[in-house]
């Protein structure tokens, strides 16, 4: 070819198609590079849709020679796709493109691939080793033995000068497919060319290579140069390589080609402390399948083992796997903490972040702070085969030794903080409208609050690095800061500083205290990140700020600049060079105070410690603000002392107590450090010192003592002096003594050693006290007590003004005054005068209404001085007039000057009462105040002159006015006594009609002629208008003349004195005229408070609080088995009264009853009081006699006592606490409660009298029938016990079926209707009961007699030997509320032996007479036996029992029974209390009767026999002393039956002396079983045995027996004849 000639290069597929092998058409190309010949081609083409490129020769190409060139990559574009046999075909042209060759393609031939498989695996991290480089080429050559493939890389990555031999397996270093494995490989010193020869002699032409290179034998770390690593691959001979089979073939990258995306965010990042997860996020590279495992390595910044997790044990908890959601079964820790491994169940893509959280359990304490720690990740097979290596990009983390979470300014709780700041290193990315979310445990922040952040501190909210125009908000219930970004200037991984910043955004401090731990949170809204620190930032709410400030002026006077004012302090935080210290002066109220000098520049002050000289200062604040610069360290463990000088102070203002001032410091922006703090750094400014004399300031009286408080503006050394001097000569004069720190010394300094002296000057008038101590501290304040004539003299006569001069400092170096004339101490008359004392009741043993005081201060006093009450007697001696020492007491009632008083104190065991003054009491007019009920006590012991001293204090309780007690005295007087008489009663019952009324008392004070003594009543119980002299019984008033005496009400009495009465006269009078004057009462108890005065209401002096007229309790039986003689009651017995004063622990109610109805034996039993006031109270119950029993308070009245005077108050009996009832009497029985406060067994006072049980009845009589006969008639007779209502119902209930139902009563033959009773329906209303509906009131103790007739009518045959009747009263259906008895025989083997004596057997009475003087046996069950000795009587068909003697049947003797001699002689007089008064009895063989009476139960050993020994009241009297009747009982197995005693009533009527005389024995059964087995006098008579002829005998009366055998033994003569001659009595 020719210059100028072309060659045209035309690019064809297999099939002769054009192929785009080229670059574009754009009609120039990129010239070839002609080596054979040499040329330099100077333009090229490319056409035909890149398939043709021409270019034009520049000089001879021969044609006898293989012409070559190259084009190069500038003219080629994008391979086709991948396939074989493409073609490049070559044609020749002239100039003017007419072809000179034809195109030839033979050998032009290649084959596109689809793509070169170059890859890494393992890390491909820069500095890490890959696990493996694979290297796969399709191979266009045939290789030969010993021809060779060379591998260079761009980068050095293969291990330097290796030389060794393949292997075809994977366990060797460099594994070569379809090569055998004797090739060899070798690498170049560079690291840059690894060459591999074919050694095998029978390796047939390779169509592919496949080589792999694993591991560091061959494998370098891969070079810091991240980017591409190109490797260039060419094969054939050794030193004549083929041209380069892919040029530009295996672009490796050295990045992250392994787990991508790895994010860590830990639940907590304190060193130290466990976190509570940690959450990793990554993107494998490669695909996971199930059994594939994770491995999480932990690292220091520096790359070494972390100790993250927890003990290398084997296995540990395993993580929770988010996404993919799977559950992982095993998880191991190895690598001493360091590494975390666990097998995925599932599979896990690479085209998606995986997500898994490792738990606490699986988790360690987290290294020492520090930041970069991180955890990588990589991946790989069940074989552990690294798949993908190691990454941590992105995965590291900060641990913080603290967190950077701090206050500024105050911290404590309810005050402001100035500011908060968090500084947080920030982990994630935060993009635009990323938030920010600190969430406090505490209320801290300002609630709903949403603004916009600045980056300058000058904005509520400052945030670093992220622009001002970021927004925030807080909830409503300012626990939750957000801050939104919204800059887009945002950059990434910067630390956050985040401040907060006044009230806009930050709350007062909450309340409580402790610590305020901050959770904060990042990212997209509504997806934040798990928790940053979810531990720190620990903000602990306490005293954050400077502390120890102490305020040392010098001088305290309002209206005096202070000589300096020193400050200590001790900054929270250390302070620096070029940073600032603020004082601020504030007064009490918390307003500015101008203390410090005119706005500016001012005097610097001197700082002691540390020693800085400081440069500059400033006055601000009008005055109030005094600001300097420390010029270098100020340490925050010791205190910091500086002064500020005269020259920056002001005039000190008014004079208050607590001005302050406030330290506080700043940085060198003025930004606040410590928030200000006042603790100790108070001081007052004073008008005047506090010099004060203490007792007598009168001219002539040497002082009690003399107090100097003086403010210290100095420093006081060993040696310094204190010197005061007076104006006038009022210190002994030469003393010289030490000084005492207790009050007990003539002087005492507080503050100031022991070991300080003293003395006097000769004149009296300079007194000066030397500081001894070493060890004496900078002083506050002095504080000299001097007392007493060691060093005080009695005061000149110079009465006025004393001066005090007060200076302090070094002997003969004294600084100026401090007080140069201060001090003014007046000698004048300083006690308060014009004291009275009133009393509201004056009467001993009870507490007065009110005390009323009057009195004038000398000295007026000012809002928190003291008035100190001290009550003593006549003799001068202390007593005990108000409340408890109870620390606090009820406040008086102050009425002049009007003051409300809110705090009073009572001290001294009683006898001190001490006011606390809320406002000024002037010394210009009288103060009265009048002292509560409550907070006085009873009165002491009746007497005379008893006294109120009045002294005043100031606030520190020192005395500013002596005692005084003119006209302060009074009188206590005797208890005044009130004894009402009702009529027809002993006791004035409420209710009842009370016929007199004797009251006396003592008068306290005289009564001028015309005053008024007044009775006023708390009931109503008087009639109106009465003039009360005019009555029958009237007793005027002993030693008083009685104008009028009149009833002004119907509760009101008025007495007007005609003449003066002194004070402490007995006034004794006696109201009478029953129904005329009193109505019946209306209330259980009766008072009248008694008063003395001149008014229209007599009402001025009051006599006595509650002078008892009348009062009564009441007692009911609620549940009774019974009131019938004999029998016990089942109780219990309800007891409400009301106590005349609080009750306490220890107090006893004592009950008294006239009959002894207690059980002895009863064991003590708690019982709760019931009523207002007494809820809670436990009375303990125990019966100490048959007549007496008490409640003691054991629990629940502690202190003062509990229920007032008029609560009433229930107690219980219980219902096992009764012994047998005594002998039926009238009258019931009587109660009586008395109060024994101190269990001494002395009552002080009667509580309540009332009426305890209902009339005991006898055992209703009944008319017997025989055992299953039919009843034709039932006679029946009972006394009511209480009073039974028209309307009401007796009921009888039979034990047995015995009555025809649903018969009327009242229409049978032989039916007697009830006497004393109207019936309105009788009839029985079952088979064994009947019911008697009363029409009209039938009376308590009336005798209800009645007969039922009607036989078969009526009664059906008896089943039982024994029938018995239950009586009950009542207005209920059943007729059930009141049992009268509980066994009524109606029919059986029974009877009675009265006194005649008489006996009863199935309704038929025999009377009989006993033999004289000897016992008989009257009757003899098979267990007792018992003999009669008869009484004769005046005549000799007269007898009554006079003796009973009980045995066993065998003669063992169990008790003999007498009437006592002369028993019914005794009157009221001599009768003996608790002693047998009727009977003598004398148990078992007793030489000696029985001496006390007392309820007692006797069990004779061995017999089976029980004796019972009691009294009971019995109105009226069977005798005719008191009411009451002694008896025996006696019960056995077969028999029951009781003695008593009883006069002669029915035989003399009408002769007492008679009575008396023949006294006797009454007997009756009350219960007998097997009868058939008796024997004796009375079962004869019976007819239950064959009677004898000696009982026969008995029926017969003595007159007519001796009249037959007068008759029996006439004789007549033998010759008689004709019976002329009279009768003559035989010789026989």
Same mark, same amino acid.
């Given at each position: 070819m020719a210059n100028g000639e072309k060659v045209v290069c035309t690019a064809k597929t297999s099939g002769g198609a054009a192929a785009a092998v080229f670059g574009s058409d754009t009609g120039t190309a990129t010239v070839p590079t002609f080596t054979t010949p040499s040329l330099t081609i100077s333009s090229a083409v490319i056409s035909g849709s890149s398939s043709v490129y021409t270019f034009t020769v520049t000089g001879a190409v021969p044609n006898n020679a293989d012409a070559v060139f190259t084009i190069p990559s500038g003219a080629l574009g994008n391979l086709p796709s991948a396939a074989a046999d493409y073609e490049i075909e070559v044609a020749t042209t002239d100039s003017s493109d007419y072809r000179i060759d034809d195109p030839q393609t033979s050998g032009g031939t290649f084959t596109i691939v689809a793509a070169p498989t170059i890859t890494w695996t393992g890390s491909v991290n820069a500095g890490n080793v890959p696990a493996s480089l694979r290297v796969q080429v399709s191979n266009p050559a045939i290789l030969a033995i010993n021809d060779i493939i060379e591998i260079t890389a761009s980068q050095v990555i293969f291990a330097a000068s290796v030389s060794a031999t393949a292997e075809s397996a994977s366990s060797g270093a460099v594994t070569a497919a379809l090569i055998?494995?004797?090739?060899?490989?070798?690498?170049?010193?560079?690291?840059?060319?690894?060459?591999m020869t074919v050694l095998t002699a029978t390796?047939?032409?390779?169509?592919?290579?496949?080589?792999?290179?694993?591991?560091?034998?061959?494998?370098?770390?891969?070079?810091?140069?991240?980017?591409?690593?190109?490797?260039?691959?060419?094969?054939?001979?050794?030193?004549?390589?083929?041209?380069?089979?892919?040029?530009n073939s295996g672009w490796l990258t050295i990045t992250n080609t392994a787990a991508t995306n790895v994010a860590v965010v830990l639940q907590g990042m304190d060193a130290g402390a466990t976190p509570n997860s940690i959450q990793v996020t990554f993107r494998p590279a490669t695909a996971m399948s199930s059994g594939d495992k994770v491995v999480c390595t932990a690292k220091t910044p520096g790359g070494a083992a972390a100790a993250v997790f927890g003990s290398d044990t084997g296995s540990a908890t395993v993580p929770t796997v988010s996404t993919p959601s799977?559950? *992982?079964? +095993?998880?191991?820790?190895?690598?001493?903490?360091?590494?975390? %491994?666990?097998?995925?169940?599932?599979?896990?893509?690479?085209?998606?972040?995986?997500?898994?959280? *490792?738990?606490?359990?699986?988790?360690?304490?987290?290294? @020492?702070?520090?930041?970069?720690?991180?955890?990588?990740?990589?991946?790989?097979? @069940?074989?552990?085969?690294? !798949?993908?290596?190691?990454?941590?990009?992105?995965?590291?983390?900060? *641990? +913080?030794?603290?967190?950077?979470?701090?206050?500024?300014?105050?911290?404590?709780?309810?005050?402001?903080?100035?500011?908060?700041?968090?500084?947080?290193?920030?982990?994630?990315?935060?993009?635009?409208?990323?938030?920010?979310?600190? %969430?406090? &445990?505490?209320?801290?922040? %300002?609630?709903?609050?949403?603004?916009?952040?600045? @980056?300058?501190?000058?904005?509520?909210?400052?945030? &670093?690095?992220?622009?001002?125009?970021?927004?925030?908000?807080?909830?409503?219930?300012g626990t939750v800061f957000t801050i939104t970004i919204l800059s887009s200037t945002v950059a990434a991984n910067q630390p956050l500083d985040l401040v907060l910043?006044?009230?806009?955004?930050?709350?007062? +401090?909450?309340?409580?205290?402790?610590? !305020?731990?901050?959770?904060?949170?990042?990212?997209?809204s509504g997806s934040l990140q798990t928790v940053l620190y979810q531990k720190a930032g620990w903000l602990t709410i306490t005293n954050t700020v400077t502390s120890n400030v102490a305020v040392s002026p010098q001088g305290l006077v309002t209206g005096v600049v202070p000589g300096s004012i020193q400050v200590i302090f001790r900054p929270a935080t250390s302070l620096s060079n070029g940073e600032k210290i603020v004082c601020t002066a504030k007064a009490s109220g918390g307003g500015a105070a101008v203390v410090f000098g005119t706005d500016g520049t001012g005097t610097v002050p001197t700082f002691a410690t540390p020693s800085l000289t400081i440069a500059t200062a400033t006055i601000s604040g009008s005055g109030s603000v005094f600001t300097f610069t420390v010029t270098g360290a100020v340490p925050n463990n010791a205190d910091a002392d500086f002064t500020i000088a005269a020259g920056a102070l002001a005039v000190l203002p008014a004079a208050a107590a607590n001005y302050e001032i406030e330290v506080s410091t700043t940085d060198s922006s003025d930004y606040v450090i410590d928030d200000p703090q006042t603790s100790g750094g108070t001081f007052t400014v004073i008008a005047a010192p506090t010099i004060t004399w203490t007792g007598s300031a009168n001219d002539g009286n040497a002082p009690v003592s003399l107090r100097i408080q003086v403010s210290n503006p100095y420093l006081l050394a060993i040696n310094d002096i204190i010197e005061i001097t007076a104006s006038q000569a009022i210190f002994t004069t030469s003393v010289s003594a030490t000084a005492e720190s207790a009050s007990s010394g003539a002087v005492a300094a507080a503050q100031i050693n022991d070991a300080s002296t003293y003395e006097t000057n000769a004149g009296g008038t300079v007194f000066t006290i030397t500081v001894l101590t070493a060890t004496t501290s900078a002083l506050a304040a002095v504080d000299i007590t001097l007392t007493g004539a060691p060093v005080l003299a009695a005061l000149p006569s110079v009465t006025g003004a004393v001066t005090m001069t007060i200076k302090m400092g070094t002997s003969g170096s004294l600084q100026a005054p401090v007080y140069q004339n201060s001090g003014w101490l007046t000698i004048t008359n300083t006690v308060v005068a014009n004291v009275v004392g009133q009393l509201g009741g004056y009467v001993t043993g009870v507490t007065p209404l009110y005390i009323t005081v009057t009195f004038r201060p000398a000295t007026a006093m000012v809002s928190g001085d003291k008035i100190v009450c001290t009550a003593k007697d006549s003799g001068g001696s202390v007593v005990a007039l108000f409340g408890s020492d109870t620390g606090t007491a009820t406040v008086p009632t102050f009425t002049t000057p009007s003051l409300t008083i809110t705090s009073a104190t009572i001290s001294g065991s009683s006898t001190v009462y001490t006011v606390v003054l809320p406002g000024a009491v002037p010394n210009s007019a009288n103060a009265e105040f009048s002292i509560p009920a409550a907070a006085l006590t009873t009165l002491p012991a009746a007497a005379t002159n008893y006294e109120i001293e009045i002294a005043t204090k100031d606030t520190n309780d020192y005395i500013v006015d002596d005692y005084s007690t003119s006209g302060g005295t009074f009188t206590i007087i005797p208890t005044p006594t009130a004894n009402p008489v009702a009529t027809g009663k002993l006791r004035a019952d409420y209710g009842s009609q009370i016929q007199s009324l004797a009251v006396s008392f003592q008068t306290p004070q005289p009564i001028a002629s015309t005053e008024k003594i007044k009775f006023t009543f708390d009931q109503t119980c008087i009639v109106n208008s009465v003039d009360l002299t005019a009555q029958s019984g009237y007793v005027a008033p002993s030693g008083i003349t009685v104008n009028n005496f009149l009833s002004t009400s119907t509760n009101i009495l008025e007495m007007t004195v005609g003449s003066n009465i002194a004070a402490g006269v007995t006034i004794s009078f006696t109201i009478a005229g029953g129904s005329n004057v009193f109505t019946s009462t209306s209330a259980p108890t009766a008072t009248a408070l008694a008063t003395i005065g001149s008014g229209a209401t007599g009402a001025e002096t009051i006599i006595a609080k509650s002078i008892t007229a009348w009062m009564v309790g009441t007692a009911a039986l609620t549940s009774t088995g019974g009131l019938v003689t004999g029998t016990t009651p089942s109780g219990p017995m309800t007891l409400q009264f009301t106590p005349i004063a609080n009750i306490v622990n220890g107090d006893a109610f004592y009950v008294y009853s006239d009959d002894s109805i207690f059980e002895e034996h009863k064991a003590a039993e708690n019982v709760n009081g019931v009523g207002t006031g007494y809820t809670g109270i436990v009375f303990t119950f125990s019966v100490m006699s048959g007549t007496r029993a008490k409640f003691l308070v054991a629990s629940g009245a502690t202190g003062a006592g509990v229920a007032p005077a008029g609560n009433a108050l229930t107690l219980t009996v219980p219902a096992n606490s009764f012994s047998l009832l005594p002998l039926p009497y009238a009258n019931t029985m009587d109660f009586t409660i008395d109060v024994d406060s101190s269990d001494d067994g002395t009552a002080e006072h009667t509580v309540a009298y009332f009426n305890g049980f209902p009339e005991i009845i006898v055992a209703p009589v009944v008319v017997p029938s025989v055992t299953g006969t039919q009843?034709?008639?039932?006679? =029946?007779?009972?006394?009511?016990?209480?009073? +039974?209502?028209?309307?009401?119902? *007796?009921?009888?209930?039979?034990?047995?079926?015995?009555? =025809?139902? @649903?018969?009327?009563?009242?229409?049978?033959?032989?039916?007697?209707?009830?006497?004393?009773?109207?019936?309105? &329906?009788?009839?029985?209303?079952? %088979?064994?009961?009947?019911?008697?509906?009363?029409?009209?009131?039938?009376l308590k103790g009336a005798t209800v007699s009645f007969t039922l007739g009607g036989g078969s009518s009526v009664f059906t045959s008896t089943s039982a030997s024994t029938a018995t009747a239950f009586t009950q009263i009542g207005s209920g259906a059943t007729g059930a509320e009141t049992v009268i008895a509980t066994s009524v025989s109606a029919w059986a083997s029974g009877g009675f032996a009265m006194s005649d004596p008489v006996t009863i057997w199935q309704g038929k009475k025999t009377k009989f007479w006993l033999p004289p003087d000897q016992p008989t046996v009257l009757l003899e069950t098979p267990d007792l036996r018992l003999s009669a000795t008869p009484l004769p009587g005046p005549t000799q068909d007269l007898q009554w029992f006079e003796s009973f003697i009980i045995e066993t049947p065998h003669g063992q003797r169990v008790a003999k029974i007498n009437v006592k001699p002369h028993a019914l002689d005794a009157n009221r007089s001599h009768y003996r209390h608790h002693r047998f008064n009727q009977l003598d009895i004398w148990l078992g063989n007793a030489d000696l009767p029985l001496e006390m009476l007392r309820s007692q139960l006797y069990e004779i050993d061995g017999t089976g026999i029980k004796l019972a020994v009691s009294s009971s009241r019995h109105d009226p009297p069977r005798f005719h002393s008191i009411p009451v009747m002694e008896h025996v009982y006696v019960e056995s197995q077969y028999i029951v039956f009781a003695v008593v005693v009883s006069h002669a009533g029915t035989e003399f009527p009408g002769d007492v002396k008679m009575q008396a005389r023949y006294a006797h024995l009454d007997w009756f059964t009350v219960d007998m079983l097997g009868i058939e087995h008796y024997a004796g006098a009375l079962p004869e008579i019976w007819g239950v045995q064959p009677m004898s002829a000696e009982v026969e005998a008995m029926l017969t009366a003595p007159s007519k027996r001796q009249l037959a055998e007068v008759h029996a033994h006439v004789c007549l003569p033998a010759d008689s004849g004709n019976c002329t001659a009279a009768p003559q009595p035989c010789s026989a």
């Amino acid at each position: 070819m020719a210059n100028g000639e072309k060659v045209v290069c035309t690019a064809k597929t297999s099939g002769g198609a054009a192929a785009a092998v080229f670059g574009s058409d754009t009609g120039t190309a990129t010239v070839p590079t002609f080596t054979t010949p040499s040329l330099t081609i100077s333009s090229a083409v490319i056409s035909g849709s890149s398939s043709v490129y021409t270019f034009t020769v520049t000089g001879a190409v021969p044609n006898n020679a293989d012409a070559v060139f190259t084009i190069p990559s500038g003219a080629l574009g994008n391979l086709p796709s991948a396939a074989a046999d493409y073609e490049i075909e070559v044609a020749t042209t002239d100039s003017s493109d007419y072809r000179i060759d034809d195109p030839q393609t033979s050998g032009g031939t290649f084959t596109i691939v689809a793509a070169p498989t170059i890859t890494w695996t393992g890390s491909v991290n820069a500095g890490n080793v890959p696990a493996s480089l694979r290297v796969q080429v399709s191979n266009p050559a045939i290789l030969a033995i010993n021809d060779i493939i060379e591998i260079t890389a761009s980068q050095v990555i293969f291990a330097a000068s290796v030389s060794a031999t393949a292997e075809s397996a994977s366990s060797g270093a460099v594994t070569a497919a379809l090569i055998n494995d004797a090739s060899t490989y070798q690498t170049n010193p560079g690291g840059t060319v690894l060459t591999m020869t074919v050694l095998t002699a029978t390796t047939s032409a390779i169509s592919a290579i496949d080589i792999v290179l694993s591991t560091s034998a061959v494998m370098a770390a891969l070079p810091s140069t991240a980017g591409a690593v190109t490797l260039t691959v060419k094969m054939g001979t050794s030193g004549s390589l083929q041209t380069v089979v892919y040029q530009n073939s295996g672009w490796l990258t050295i990045t992250n080609t392994a787990a991508t995306n790895v994010a860590v965010v830990l639940q907590g990042m304190d060193a130290g402390a466990t976190p509570n997860s940690i959450q990793v996020t990554f993107r494998p590279a490669t695909a996971m399948s199930s059994g594939d495992k994770v491995v999480c390595t932990a690292k220091t910044p520096g790359g070494a083992a972390a100790a993250v997790f927890g003990s290398d044990t084997g296995s540990a908890t395993v993580p929770t796997v988010s996404t993919p959601s799977m559950t *992982i079964t +095993v998880a191991v820790i190895s690598g001493s903490s360091s590494v975390y %491994t666990f097998a995925v169940a599932g599979a896990v893509p690479n085209n998606a972040d995986a997500v898994f959280t *490792i738990p606490s359990g699986a988790l360690g304490s987290l290294p @020492s702070a520090g930041a970069n720690y991180k955890i990588e990740v990589l991946t790989t097979n @069940s074989n552990d085969y690294v !798949v993908d290596n190691a990454q941590s990009s992105g995965g590291t983390f900060t *641990i +913080v030794a603290a967190s950077t979470v701090t206050w500024t300014g105050s911290s404590n709780d309810g005050q402001q903080p100035y500011s908060l700041r968090m500084q947080v290193s920030n982990p994630a990315l935060l993009a635009l409208n990323d938030i920010i979310e600190i %969430t406090a &445990s505490q209320a801290i922040f %300002t609630t709903s609050v949403s603004a916009t952040a600045e @980056s300058a501190s000058s904005g509520a909210v400052a945030l &670093s690095f992220i622009n001002g125009a970021s927004t925030y908000e807080t909830n409503a219930g300012g626990t939750v800061f957000t801050i939104t970004i919204l800059s887009s200037t945002v950059a990434a991984n910067q630390p956050l500083d985040l401040v907060l910043a006044g009230s806009a955004v930050l709350a007062t +401090v909450p309340s409580v205290t402790g610590a !305020v731990t901050l959770t904060i949170k990042m990212g997209t809204s509504g997806s934040l990140q798990t928790v940053l620190y979810q531990k720190a930032g620990w903000l602990t709410i306490t005293n954050t700020v400077t502390s120890n400030v102490a305020v040392s002026p010098q001088g305290l006077v309002t209206g005096v600049v202070p000589g300096s004012i020193q400050v200590i302090f001790r900054p929270a935080t250390s302070l620096s060079n070029g940073e600032k210290i603020v004082c601020t002066a504030k007064a009490s109220g918390g307003g500015a105070a101008v203390v410090f000098g005119t706005d500016g520049t001012g005097t610097v002050p001197t700082f002691a410690t540390p020693s800085l000289t400081i440069a500059t200062a400033t006055i601000s604040g009008s005055g109030s603000v005094f600001t300097f610069t420390v010029t270098g360290a100020v340490p925050n463990n010791a205190d910091a002392d500086f002064t500020i000088a005269a020259g920056a102070l002001a005039v000190l203002p008014a004079a208050a107590a607590n001005y302050e001032i406030e330290v506080s410091t700043t940085d060198s922006s003025d930004y606040v450090i410590d928030d200000p703090q006042t603790s100790g750094g108070t001081f007052t400014v004073i008008a005047a010192p506090t010099i004060t004399w203490t007792g007598s300031a009168n001219d002539g009286n040497a002082p009690v003592s003399l107090r100097i408080q003086v403010s210290n503006p100095y420093l006081l050394a060993i040696n310094d002096i204190i010197e005061i001097t007076a104006s006038q000569a009022i210190f002994t004069t030469s003393v010289s003594a030490t000084a005492e720190s207790a009050s007990s010394g003539a002087v005492a300094a507080a503050q100031i050693n022991d070991a300080s002296t003293y003395e006097t000057n000769a004149g009296g008038t300079v007194f000066t006290i030397t500081v001894l101590t070493a060890t004496t501290s900078a002083l506050a304040a002095v504080d000299i007590t001097l007392t007493g004539a060691p060093v005080l003299a009695a005061l000149p006569s110079v009465t006025g003004a004393v001066t005090m001069t007060i200076k302090m400092g070094t002997s003969g170096s004294l600084q100026a005054p401090v007080y140069q004339n201060s001090g003014w101490l007046t000698i004048t008359n300083t006690v308060v005068a014009n004291v009275v004392g009133q009393l509201g009741g004056y009467v001993t043993g009870v507490t007065p209404l009110y005390i009323t005081v009057t009195f004038r201060p000398a000295t007026a006093m000012v809002s928190g001085d003291k008035i100190v009450c001290t009550a003593k007697d006549s003799g001068g001696s202390v007593v005990a007039l108000f409340g408890s020492d109870t620390g606090t007491a009820t406040v008086p009632t102050f009425t002049t000057p009007s003051l409300t008083i809110t705090s009073a104190t009572i001290s001294g065991s009683s006898t001190v009462y001490t006011v606390v003054l809320p406002g000024a009491v002037p010394n210009s007019a009288n103060a009265e105040f009048s002292i509560p009920a409550a907070a006085l006590t009873t009165l002491p012991a009746a007497a005379t002159n008893y006294e109120i001293e009045i002294a005043t204090k100031d606030t520190n309780d020192y005395i500013v006015d002596d005692y005084s007690t003119s006209g302060g005295t009074f009188t206590i007087i005797p208890t005044p006594t009130a004894n009402p008489v009702a009529t027809g009663k002993l006791r004035a019952d409420y209710g009842s009609q009370i016929q007199s009324l004797a009251v006396s008392f003592q008068t306290p004070q005289p009564i001028a002629s015309t005053e008024k003594i007044k009775f006023t009543f708390d009931q109503t119980c008087i009639v109106n208008s009465v003039d009360l002299t005019a009555q029958s019984g009237y007793v005027a008033p002993s030693g008083i003349t009685v104008n009028n005496f009149l009833s002004t009400s119907t509760n009101i009495l008025e007495m007007t004195v005609g003449s003066n009465i002194a004070a402490g006269v007995t006034i004794s009078f006696t109201i009478a005229g029953g129904s005329n004057v009193f109505t019946s009462t209306s209330a259980p108890t009766a008072t009248a408070l008694a008063t003395i005065g001149s008014g229209a209401t007599g009402a001025e002096t009051i006599i006595a609080k509650s002078i008892t007229a009348w009062m009564v309790g009441t007692a009911a039986l609620t549940s009774t088995g019974g009131l019938v003689t004999g029998t016990t009651p089942s109780g219990p017995m309800t007891l409400q009264f009301t106590p005349i004063a609080n009750i306490v622990n220890g107090d006893a109610f004592y009950v008294y009853s006239d009959d002894s109805i207690f059980e002895e034996h009863k064991a003590a039993e708690n019982v709760n009081g019931v009523g207002t006031g007494y809820t809670g109270i436990v009375f303990t119950f125990s019966v100490m006699s048959g007549t007496r029993a008490k409640f003691l308070v054991a629990s629940g009245a502690t202190g003062a006592g509990v229920a007032p005077a008029g609560n009433a108050l229930t107690l219980t009996v219980p219902a096992n606490s009764f012994s047998l009832l005594p002998l039926p009497y009238a009258n019931t029985m009587d109660f009586t409660i008395d109060v024994d406060s101190s269990d001494d067994g002395t009552a002080e006072h009667t509580v309540a009298y009332f009426n305890g049980f209902p009339e005991i009845i006898v055992a209703p009589v009944v008319v017997p029938s025989v055992t299953g006969t039919q009843i034709d008639t039932l006679a =029946v007779s009972f006394e009511t016990p209480v009073l +039974v209502a028209n309307t009401e119902i *007796i009921k009888i209930t039979f034990d047995q079926a015995c009555l =025809v139902n @649903s018969v009327d009563l009242t229409s049978q033959t032989g039916y007697v209707a009830p006497s004393g009773v109207t019936v309105t &329906s009788f009839q029985t209303v079952s %088979t064994s009961a009947m019911e008697l509906v009363v029409g009209a009131d039938v009376l308590k103790g009336a005798t209800v007699s009645f007969t039922l007739g009607g036989g078969s009518s009526v009664f059906t045959s008896t089943s039982a030997s024994t029938a018995t009747a239950f009586t009950q009263i009542g207005s209920g259906a059943t007729g059930a509320e009141t049992v009268i008895a509980t066994s009524v025989s109606a029919w059986a083997s029974g009877g009675f032996a009265m006194s005649d004596p008489v006996t009863i057997w199935q309704g038929k009475k025999t009377k009989f007479w006993l033999p004289p003087d000897q016992p008989t046996v009257l009757l003899e069950t098979p267990d007792l036996r018992l003999s009669a000795t008869p009484l004769p009587g005046p005549t000799q068909d007269l007898q009554w029992f006079e003796s009973f003697i009980i045995e066993t049947p065998h003669g063992q003797r169990v008790a003999k029974i007498n009437v006592k001699p002369h028993a019914l002689d005794a009157n009221r007089s001599h009768y003996r209390h608790h002693r047998f008064n009727q009977l003598d009895i004398w148990l078992g063989n007793a030489d000696l009767p029985l001496e006390m009476l007392r309820s007692q139960l006797y069990e004779i050993d061995g017999t089976g026999i029980k004796l019972a020994v009691s009294s009971s009241r019995h109105d009226p009297p069977r005798f005719h002393s008191i009411p009451v009747m002694e008896h025996v009982y006696v019960e056995s197995q077969y028999i029951v039956f009781a003695v008593v005693v009883s006069h002669a009533g029915t035989e003399f009527p009408g002769d007492v002396k008679m009575q008396a005389r023949y006294a006797h024995l009454d007997w009756f059964t009350v219960d007998m079983l097997g009868i058939e087995h008796y024997a004796g006098a009375l079962p004869e008579i019976w007819g239950v045995q064959p009677m004898s002829a000696e009982v026969e005998a008995m029926l017969t009366a003595p007159s007519k027996r001796q009249l037959a055998e007068v008759h029996a033994h006439v004789c007549l003569p033998a010759d008689s004849g004709n019976c002329t001659a009279a009768p003559q009595p035989c010789s026989a």
